[in-house]
């Protein structure tokens, strides 16, 4: 069965710093991940996706990740938190059919 | 740029009432979703509905959900008798493919049910 794993349930980070939410996803085929970010009262904007090619994909807000075959995972990254960012992000696999699964959310707070 | 709407944004009500959450989707997708997060846990997938119909469900839609299409704008839940363990984070979502093309799902802000 398929299933999302995000070890990580609260970060903290400084504003200015790097950051990197794991993901690992348990599929048999080729997946189609992606990276939700939640803001308080809002809903779930997506912030990119991989469905094929490049495994480095870049999205919204100037986060990118990776998708690594071999280690089942599709890390997100930014290389300089702001503020705003602080917020809850969801890793999420495309299924057989047309349902999402998502991991349980990494909660990210900014210190200033 | 378009989006999903969600009414209302907080719905409370008593055990046993029936209650039905709104949604338009963006006009031009085709499939509908309703997905639920039970507070501090997983988003949930409930149920897909495409060409007016079921798509797909998952066993948390019991006989006590269905969804309907009554117009060409709007996509509903209603619940028939809600439980306490019905209190989640309802959202709903849209896309303009489905099944494991580009499916790419807009969500909207949600709607908070609170069952006393």
């Known amino acids: 069965a398929q299933s999302v794993t995000q070890p990580d349930i609260h970060i903290t980070v400084s504003e200015g710093a790097s950051l990197e939410l794991r993901c690992n996803y348990s599929?048999?085929?080729?997946?189609?991940l992606f990276w939700y970010v939640q803001s308080p009262g809002q809903g779930l904007q997506l912030l990119l996706k991989?469905?094929?090619?490049?495994?480095l994909v870049q999205g919204i807000k100037g986060f990118e990740a990776e998708f690594k075959r071999s280690q089942s995972s599709f890390n997100l990254r930014k290389p300089s938190v702001h503020w705003s960012d602080a917020a809850e992000y969801f890793c999420?696999?495309?299924?057989?059919?047309?349902?999402?699964?998502f991991g349980t959310g990494t909660r990210l707070q900014v210190f200033p | 740029e378009p989006e999903v709407t969600q009414t209302p944004s907080h719905q409370v009500t008593q055990m046993g009432q029936e209650v039905i959450l709104r949604c338009v989707p963006i006009?031009?997708?085709?499939?509908f979703y309703w997905y639920r997060q039970i507070l501090g846990q997983k988003v949930e997938f409930l149920v897909s509905?495409?060409?007016?119909?079921?798509?797909?469900k998952s066993e948390i839609f019991d006989d006590q959900f269905s969804v309907e299409r009554p117009d060409g704008s709007n996509f509903t839940l209603k619940i028939r008798s809600t439980k306490l363990e019905d209190s989640a984070m309802y959202f709903c979502?849209?896309?303009?493919?489905?099944?494991?093309?580009?499916?790419?799902?807009?969500f909207g802000p949600g709607t908070r049910l609170t069952v006393l």
């Open positions: 979502a849209s896309s303009f493919m489905g099944g494991r093309s580009n499916n790419e799902q807009f």
């Open positions: 599929y048999g085929a080729t997946p189609y």
């Open positions: 991989y469905f094929s090619g490049d495994t």
């Open positions: 999420a696999v495309g299924a057989d059919t047309d349902k999402l699964i």
């Open positions: 006009s031009n997708h085709l499939y």
């Open positions: 509905f495409y060409n007016n119909e079921i798509s797909e």
